[in-house]
Every structure is written in structure tokens, then in C-alpha cells.
């Protein structure tokens, strides 16, 4: 069974930081892109950082650019979004997902998606 399980998050002042992990389960998650995804109270679903299968591209939104940095180790066959510099409009719950081997900004061309973990930012 697929299976895509988030971890990593909590409470951090701003200016702090946090590793979110995406671990496989029933798939190679290098043989697929994961694209890293966050949902504020109120907001819509939003894509911040993608890692591309076919050739390794990443991709940032501009508002984490700089901050957040997106990474694989296939050996764990998990994918990391290593976030510094955290502010409190980063509070969200985050999501990775996996789709073919390209990434997409759209959350809906994704097809599998984890429980998310939710991401606090607070003094």
C-alpha cells in the first residue's frame, strides 16, 4: 500500500527552525516527484518546494526562497524540507505528496498524499 507519512513539526519561536521528513511506504520515492505543500486556517492549500524525479530539479515558492531547502536521501527513501528562518505566517499544516516524475504546482496533480504535520510558528 502507498503510503506517504509526515513528521518534523511543532512550536518554534520565529526566527527558529525545523525539519520536516516525508517517509515512503509501498513505493521508490525517487522514482517520483515530491512536492512539499501547506494549508493555513482559512487558506487554501499552497505548494512551497517540489524535487523533480526526472532529472533533480527543485523548484521554491519565492516566499520561502532562501529559507526553506528541499532534499532526498533514497537510501531512507524520504524526502526532507529543512525550514530556517521561520516566521509566524509560516504556521500551516504541511503536506508532502508525490506525483509522476515532474513537479506541478497545482496540489491537484498530485496522487498521493500524507496526514500532514502541523507547523507552529509563535513567541
Known amino acids: 500500500q502507498v503510503q506517504l507519512v509526515e513528521s518534523g513539526g511543532g512550536l518554534v519561536q520565529p526566527g527558529g527552525s525545523l525539519r520536516l521528513s516525508c517517509a515512503a511506504s509501498?513505493?521508490?520515492?525517487?522514482?517520483?516527484?515530491i512536492g512539499w505543500f501547506r494549508q493555513a486556517p482559512g487558506k487554501g492549500r499552497e505548494g512551497i518546494s517540489c524535487?523533480?524525479?526526472?532529472?533533480?530539479?527543485?523548484y521554491y515558492k519565492d516566499s520561502v526562497t532562501g529559507r526553506f531547502t528541499i532534499s532526498r536521501d533514497n537510501a531512507k527513501n524520504t524526502v526532507y524540507l529543512q525550514m530556517n528562518s521561520l516566521k509566524p505566517e509560516d504556521t500551516a499544516i504541511y503536506y508532502c505528496?508525490?506525483?509522476?516524475?515532474?513537479?506541478?504546482?497545482?496540489?491537484?496533480?498530485?496522487?498521493?498524499w500524507g496526514q500532514g504535520t502541523q507547523v507552529t510558528v509563535s513567541s
Open positions: 505528496a508525490a506525483r509522476g516524475t515532474l513537479c506541478h504546482s497545482a496540489h491537484e496533480a498530485y496522487d498521493h
Open positions: 509501498g513505493f521508490t520515492l525517487d522514482y517520483y516527484a
Open positions: 524535487i523533480s524525479s526526472s532529472d533533480g530539479s527543485i
